[in-house]
């Protein structure tokens, strides 16, 4: 990983671009649906590191790169992170390319040596995040006491959270149903029904980028990962990075019960792993695509 990725929080925040011209109105149009105060700034009031001392990012778009150089450590002079638009080598950090559903953002980034690229594999990922997934951001954010208290152990909450965005609650608050998602969700969290854990197999060594996008859900989900010999390295990658990683040689029937009775969802990769489940209830999945 060349860079790291991080989201700035912009609820009450001031983003200031200094500079003029289209390329600041671009970056102005980045922050139109956001809650941030955005500030464009020209001149000599550019170079006056006061003028940021309330910003928490700043972007300078001039073609004049006396300007951007005076503009940009005015903002470091400040403490704060600057982009200097179409000059990678002068930034703190670059902008992605976006995916904006409210309060579920995604981006991807090429450390600006590549923003078509970056465009490109956007379409790609945008036509397949739902429209009204935001919304049911905002209402695990707005029940997030709730559900909390309900469930204060991790593991279940985490099993609960699993079952409520593949579930009616989810279902509702997409459609724009906000009281009834609501509803919905404080009766599943009064039920109390059955969080036990599940179990999944991937049938097959291979190659991961054959993989089904159920089996790609599947693992993104996984708590814990167990690998037999020879399935592809790079199937286990797209595994949770904290998910606990078990080798199928460790692991027996009496285990994956105990994991599924923590409520746990286990995921088999190759024969080996699956072979040590025999006699459970499993969810088998095709490695590949047909």
């Given amino acids: 990983m060349d860079a790291f990725p991080a989201f700035f929080p912009l609820r009450g925040k001031t983003v200031i671009i200094a500079g003029e011209g289209e390329g ?128 204060p152990d991790l593991v279940m909450r985490r099993a609960f959270m699993r079952r409520v965005v593949n579930g009616p609650v989810a279902d509702l608050a997409m459609a724009g149903e906000g009281a009834r998602a609501e509803a919905a969700l404080l009766a599943e969290l009064a039920q109390g029904s059955d969080l036990s854990g599940k179990l999944f197999a991937i049938v097959g060594e291979g190659p991961a980028d054959l993989l089904t996008l159920r089996a790609a859900r599947v693992l993104s989900e996984a708590d814990v990962l167990v690998e037999g010999q020879g399935a592809d390295p790079a199937i286990a990658i797209l595994a949770r990075r904290d998910s606990q990683r078990l080798m199928a040689t460790d692991v027996d029937i009496q285990a994956l019960k105990d994991l599924l009775a923590q409520g746990l969802q286990v995921v088999l990769i190759g024969k080996e792993a699956i072979g040590r489940a025999q006699g459970l209830d499993v969810e088998t999945l095709p490695a590949a695509l047909s």
């Fill in 24 to 151: 600041a109105l671009a970056k102005a149009r980045l922050f139109e649906n956001s809650p941030a105060t955005v500030q464009i700034v020209a001149g000599s009031q550019a170079y006056d590191a006061s003028t940021y001392s309330q910003a928490v990012l700043v972007f300078v778009a001039h073609p004049d790169e006396a300007f951007c150089l005076k503009a940009a450590a005015a903002a470091r002079q400040a403490g704060v992170p600057v982009n200097v638009v179409d000059r990678p080598s002068r930034c703190d950090f670059t902008t992605p390319a976006l995916i904006d559903r409210g309060e579920v953002v995604a981006a991807i980034g090429t450390g600006g040596s590549a923003p078509l690229l970056a465009s490109l594999l956007r379409a790609d990922i945008e036509a397949r995040i739902p429209l009204g997934v935001g919304q049911v951001a905002g209402l695990l954010r707005q029940m997030q006491g709730e559900i909390r208290a309900a469930l």
